[in-house]
């Protein structure tokens, strides 16, 4: 008849649920402002524009002007190992 109370988790694991939660959250909005980056860096590079963007430059003043928009910066050695 009456049914067996289920058990409530205590304040420490709400707590402990919440931080996962928020952590969780946190990580997503990093990887959506990543992406962001990234999509600007790509549609604003110089090669996106040109007929054949894998063929090698002809000229210097090409090659100038194809690593003339942002340069891709990866993170430091101490960076990716804290992933």
Sequence with gaps: MNKPA???PGRGQQATLLVRL???IRDIIAECAQA???LAE???APDRYLENPNKAPD???EFLF???GLMR???SASARAAR
């Design 73 to 75: 910066r990866e993170p």
């Design 22 to 24: 928020v952590r969780r």
């Design 59 to 61: 000229t210097y003043e």
């Design 6 to 8: 289920t058990p409530q």
């Design 66 to 68: 194809r690593t003339s």
């Design 36 to 38: 962001q980056r990234r």
């Design 42 to 44: 790509l549609t604003s």
